[in-house]
């Protein structure tokens, strides 16, 4: 509504703007700081975030075996060799004397309608599965076969024509398994009729055949000495030793040369990098809470986490975690120290030195260091009760209960507005009235003047 210059020639719509101007400056100030702490927010959810992964990390780390890294090779491509965080150095030589296969058998070949009836698969342990197809044709025994889900997956295969010219077919049967204990037969007859004998194995029948026989991969540990150890597996992969997995893939009459090898490289890889991302999050912190000082006359512009206590006190809690003592041992010895300016940082050759001289010393230390990174990290970073969480969860709250005071403001200030416009028209309209009484002041005084002269 515009009301300027109506009567009094007063700018009323920018002194009615400057009025509401003032009158805004706490809405103003509770919006500062709204945007102030959901800065904060952002950056505590942000550290929270790290922190939660820093646990899961610091678990690992925490593990028995967690500094662990292999080297697996074997001297031939048909053998893989896998090394687990269990595993120790080892060196042998194994001889493959057979691969794991899978127990395969195909039947005779037979008409279109010669499939039908009770057929029973028998498993290596003596386990029966009747199948019962709902039609005659090889098709329909191959679904009958694959639906039963017993291990064993058929397939129709074309057989030419008889004399006649009428199509055959046989079913080509094959375990899903490779080993001993996938071998299976698949007999003509009911399994009581299994029991009796009087069934028929249709591998057994003219024009069928057995394409391989289920058996176990076999290697030779020790060959040709007085300690030489055969081990047999049903998926070609052998436990030779703890945490020392071999894997073969061919026979080889020569023996193929196994070997595992600590790294010790990556070992020192793995700690380095845990020990830098704890440091790189104590630096974060430390430049979140940093306040820069203007010149003269300039403004001071405070960290993120400038006097944010709960931040402090982390930053105090995984800086002791990484440097106090174990059982009187200084994590410096590993190569882990703080500076005297708070400056976490590793040794790798410090580090790889210790690891050399005492690997399970070097280890113990590293994991109890580890763990109570994570202990830290937990207490304050839990989901529920961590104390970072709850310093989010109160400055979140803090933002919801100042934006309704902004709520609130905005309709204060519409009424203040209303009020100040009712205000200063009313006050036209008592100049206009005024105006108007001048006007006829005048005019009747004017009548009197003339009558007077006239006189």
């Given at each position: 509504?515009?009301?300027?210059?109506?009567?009094?020639?007063?700018?009323?719509?920018?002194?009615?703007?400057?009025?509401?101007?003032?009158?805004?400056?706490?809405?103003?100030?509770?919006?500062?700081?709204?945007?102030?702490?959901?800065?904060?927010?952002?950056?505590?959810?942000?550290?929270?975030?790290?922190?939660?992964?820093?646990?899961?990390?610091?678990?690992?780390?925490?593990?028995?075996?967690?500094?662990?890294?292999?080297?697996?090779?074997?001297?031939?491509?048909?053998?893989?060799?896998?090394?687990?965080?269990?595993?120790?150095?080892?060196?042998?030589?194994?001889?493959?004397?057979?691969?794991?296969?899978?127990?395969?058998?195909?039947?005779?070949?037979?008409?279109?309608?010669?499939?039908?009836?009770?057929?029973?698969?028998?498993?290596?342990?003596?386990?029966?599965?009747?199948?019962?197809?709902?039609?005659?044709?090889?098709?329909?025994?191959?679904?009958?076969?694959?639906?039963?889900?017993?291990?064993?997956?058929?397939?129709?295969?074309?057989?030419?024509?008889?004399?006649?010219g009428a199509p055959l077919s046989r079913i080509q049967?094959?375990?899903?398994?490779?080993?001993?204990?996938?071998?299976?037969?698949?007999?003509?007859?009911?399994?009581?009729?299994?029991?009796?004998?009087?069934?028929v194995d249709v591998a057994t029948e003219s024009g069928?055949?057995?394409?391989?026989?289920?058996?176990?991969?076999?290697?030779?540990?020790?060959?040709?000495?007085?300690?030489?150890?055969?081990?047999?597996?049903?998926?070609?992969?052998?436990?030779?030793?703890?945490?020392?997995?071999?894997?073969?893939?061919?026979?080889?009459?020569?023996?193929?040369?196994?070997?595992?090898?600590?790294?010790?490289?990556?070992?020192?890889?793995?700690?380095?990098?845990?020990?830098?991302?704890?440091?790189?999050?104590?630096?974060?912190?430390?430049?979140?809470?940093?306040?820069?000082?203007?010149?003269?006359?300039?403004?001071?512009?405070?960290?993120?986490?400038?006097?944010?206590?709960?931040?402090?006190?982390?930053?105090?809690?995984?800086?002791?975690?990484?440097?106090?003592?174990?059982?009187?041992?200084?994590?410096?010895?590993?190569?882990?120290?703080?500076?005297?300016?708070?400056?976490?940082?590793?040794?790798?050759?410090?580090?790889?030195?210790?690891?050399?001289?005492?690997?399970?010393?070097?280890?113990?230390?590293?994991?109890?260091?580890?763990?109570?990174?994570?202990?830290?990290?937990?207490?304050?970073?839990?989901?529920?009760?961590?104390?970072?969480?709850?310093?989010?969860?109160?400055?979140?709250?803090?933002?919801?209960?100042?934006?309704?005071?902004?709520?609130?403001?905005?309709?204060?200030?519409?009424?203040?507005?209303?009020?100040?416009?009712?205000?200063?028209?009313?006050?036209?309209?008592?100049?206009?009235?005024?105006?108007?009484?001048?006007?006829?002041?005048?005019?009747?005084?004017?009548?009197?003047?003339?009558?007077?002269?006239?006189?």
């Amino acid at each position: 509504m515009k009301l300027d210059g109506l009567i009094s020639g007063l700018k009323t719509g920018e002194l009615i703007d400057a009025l509401m101007d003032v009158s805004a400056i706490p809405k103003k100030l509770i919006t500062t700081k709204i945007t102030d702490r959901s800065a904060i927010i952002t950056n505590l959810q942000s550290l929270n975030s790290s922190l939660q992964a820093l646990v899961a990390k610091a678990k690992t780390a925490a593990g028995a075996t967690s500094l662990a890294a292999f080297t697996a090779t074997a001297s031939s491509e048909s053998v893989t060799v896998t090394a687990r965080p269990t595993a120790s150095a080892f060196s042998t030589d194994v001889v493959v004397d057979a691969v794991a296969s899978a127990h395969s058998i195909v039947t005779a070949s037979a008409g279109a309608d010669a499939w039908g009836g009770t057929y029973t698969l028998v498993a290596a342990d003596g386990t029966q599965t009747e199948i019962t197809p709902n039609g005659s044709s090889p098709q329909d025994l191959a679904k009958a076969i694959n639906a039963a889900k017993s291990g064993v997956t058929a397939t129709v295969v074309p057989a030419g024509t008889d004399a006649d010219g009428a199509p055959l077919s046989r079913i080509q049967l094959t375990s899903a398994e490779t080993g001993e204990e996938a071998r299976f037969a698949l007999h003509r007859g009911t399994g009581a009729e299994v029991d009796a004998g009087s069934s028929v194995d249709v591998a057994t029948e003219s024009g069928a055949a057995v394409l391989t026989q289920g058996g176990d991969a076999r290697i030779r540990l020790f060959a040709g000495t007085a300690a030489e150890q055969t081990l047999t597996s049903a998926d070609n992969t052998f436990t030779v030793t703890e945490g020392i997995d071999v894997t073969v893939s061919k026979v080889s009459a020569d023996p193929v040369t196994v070997v595992v090898a600590l790294d010790a490289k990556a070992q020192t890889a793995s700690a380095e990098a845990f020990v830098k991302e704890i440091a790189a999050l104590l630096t974060r912190i430390d430049n979140g809470s940093k306040a820069t000082i203007g010149a003269v006359g300039e403004t001071t512009t405070l960290g993120v986490f400038t006097g944010d206590s709960t931040v402090r006190n982390l930053r105090g809690a995984l800086a002791s975690a990484m440097q106090h003592p174990i059982d009187g041992i200084s994590p410096s010895t590993i190569g882990i120290s703080i500076s005297d300016k708070g400056v976490l940082s590793f040794d790798a050759e410090k580090f790889g030195k210790a690891l050399a001289e005492d690997p399970e010393k070097t280890q113990e230390l590293f994991s109890s260091i580890a763990g109570r990174v994570q202990n830290v990290t937990n207490q304050y970073s839990d989901k529920y009760d961590g104390m970072l969480t709850q310093r989010i969860t109160g400055q979140e709250s803090e933002v919801k209960m100042l934006k309704t005071q902004v709520e609130r403001w905005d309709l204060r200030l519409e009424q203040r507005r209303a009020t100040l416009e009712r205000t200063y028209s009313q006050l036209e309209v008592q100049l206009s009235k005024l105006q108007s009484q001048s006007s006829w002041l005048s005019s009747q005084i004017a009548g009197l003047t003339n009558t007077s002269s006239s006189s």
